[in-house]
């Protein structure tokens, strides 16, 4: 079968990571790649030895209209991903994915995932966590059933201020924006509209229930959206015995003094669920393979039930495995007419519950995210 043939537009900072699904992989080729600052470009070329007679493109339009692309990979500030995306369904691709969150309003996404249905192009919102191997093996074990009904979620971030990547200014710089970040801020929002976008999915993904309504503090420190605390109700569980209702929150912190060794971003996620016969732990994401992932103190996943306690530490930790399985997920969609994970309306609702969050920390009351459709 010929290779599929990849574009890439955006060569910043995500670029190291999303590009690793696709090295060594003979379903694909990288046949072009697009950023408006050609340095970066060269820089991605040398550093991931990608092949040096391939094309590049300072306008992306120049590259939809030239290259007959397959799959399109889109990395670039929120507010370009629907242009971009409108622009490249009508140009017979057949896979585009967009990193998340897939739009800054929700007029947005349903004009991508119309368009994507319309020119019969498979849409993903690329989300990594879903494929974290930590929380691949938790999604599974949650299904079989292993702590019983689910009825709380929780997850904690901790943001530090050092040892992590050196983030460059201009990767800063658009997520302080309000109009090129989104999220409906005066500051802009790196941690909740940009960052918390995965932490919403979770939420949604591992306990695989829709929001009835939200409430939340996103406060400011230096000018940045944090510290801020949220919770929700799950509307009323699906198929469920005990009628029980079912909560959820998140949590987002900044420690200003602290370092916390990582090979990505200085940043890292807790989370615990509970169910009617236990709980579960899950321990790191983010900073997954540094110095706690080897102490016995972090264990992947903990699991309590029947009173007894089992730990489970035999995968992959490093974060950079979510992107690869990702990328290779959507390869075999692409190949198999399978369906994308995210989906477009999967996108579009985790949009909604994160812009509800934004939007009753300003108004000062719950909201549904269902009320949000702007
Ligand atoms: N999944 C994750 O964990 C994760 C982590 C970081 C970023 N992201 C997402 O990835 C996307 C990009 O983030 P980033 O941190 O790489 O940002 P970045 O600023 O480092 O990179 C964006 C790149 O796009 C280029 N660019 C901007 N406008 C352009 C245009 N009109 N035409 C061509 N190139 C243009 C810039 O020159 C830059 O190189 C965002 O959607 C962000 O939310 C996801």
Known sequence: MERLKVGIIGCGMIFDLNILGYLDNDDVEIICLCDRRQRRIKEKITKFNINPDIKIYKDYKDMLDSENIDILEILLPHNLHCDVTLYAAKRKIKGISVQKPMATTISECDKM?????????????????????????????LKEGIIGELNSFHI???????????????????????????GGLECGSPFIFDDGYHKFWLALHLIDEKIE????????????????????????????????????????????????????????????????????WINQATSGGNIMSKSEVFPAIVIFRDGKIETISDMERDWKYGFINSTKHFIEVIKNDGIPLLTGEEGKYCTQFALAALKSSMAGKEICPDEITE
């Open 156 to 182: 904690k971030t901790i943001e530090a201020s050092s040892g992590g990547w050196n983030i460059p200014k201009s990767t800063l710089n658009w997520r302080l924006a309000p109009d090129s970040c989104g």
């Open 213 to 280: 309504k939200v409430f939340a503090w996103v406060d400011r420190y230096n000018n940045l959206d944090i510290p801020a605390y949220m919770m929700w109700k799950y509307r009323s569980p699906k198929g469920s015995n005990l009628n029980m209702p079912h909560y959820g929150t998140l949590e987002f912190n900044f420690s200003p003094e602290m370092l916390l060794p990582s090979p990505y971003y200085a940043c890292d996620e807790f989370i615990s669920i509970i169910g009617s016969k236990g709980i579960m």
């Open 113 to 141: 995932i119309k368009s994507c249905k319309d020119n019969n192009v498979k849409l993903k919102i690329f989300e990594n966590f879903t494929f974290y191997p930590p929380i691949l093996r938790a999604k599974q074990l």
